[in-house]
């Protein structure tokens, strides 16, 4: 839905475009409904946008140094397909953490070292690139 203010002739007007398919628009002017059939049809992307959610970097990585346990990082850019540990769990050196899709396949995650899992920074279906941090090892 999205509104618009404009002026014709010295009388200001409020629209509200309350929808739109293919040619026809659904158009609410100063409290009057039209629908306005438009000489071409509204294109729109196909491509959906990608939002992620704030992961840490390589740059935060060095400013909190010492103060955190092993961090385990993506080896490349890609797709959280399932989580096999949670906070608390204990995990030995090369057991599986996490799957991760990419590049149409799955790759499994291990762990290099045992410990216990301190955090874990991803969830399920969010989008990772190569260094972002996975989870944190104490």
């Known amino acids: 839905m999205k509104k618009f203010k404009f002026k014709i002739r010295g009388n200001n007007y409020n629209a509200v475009i309350n929808s739109f398919e293919k040619n026809i ?5 100063n409290g009057t409904n ?18 992620r959610s704030k992961v840490h970097t390589s740059k935060e990585d060095a400013s909190i140094k010492g103060k955190i346990g092993k961090l385990v990082k993506a080896p490349l850019p890609g797709t ?7 906070i608390g769990d204990n995990v030995s050196a090369g057991d599986t953490l996490l799957i ?3 590049m149409k396949m799955e790759n499994n995650i291990q762990s ?14 969010d989008t990772v690139l190569q260094g972002d941090i996975l989870l944190e090892l104490e």
Do not use: C, H, N, W
């Open 100 to 102: 991760m899709e990419a």
């Open 25 to 29: 628009i659904d158009i609410d002017i």
């Open 80 to 86: 959280i397909f399932k989580m096999k540990i949670k």
């Open 34 to 51: 039209y629908k306005v059939e438009l000489e071409q049809e509204i294109v729109r992307p196909k491509t959906p946008k990608l939002v």
């Open 112 to 125: 290099e070292i045992s410990g216990k899992i301190k955090s874990v920074m991803v969830a399920e279906g």
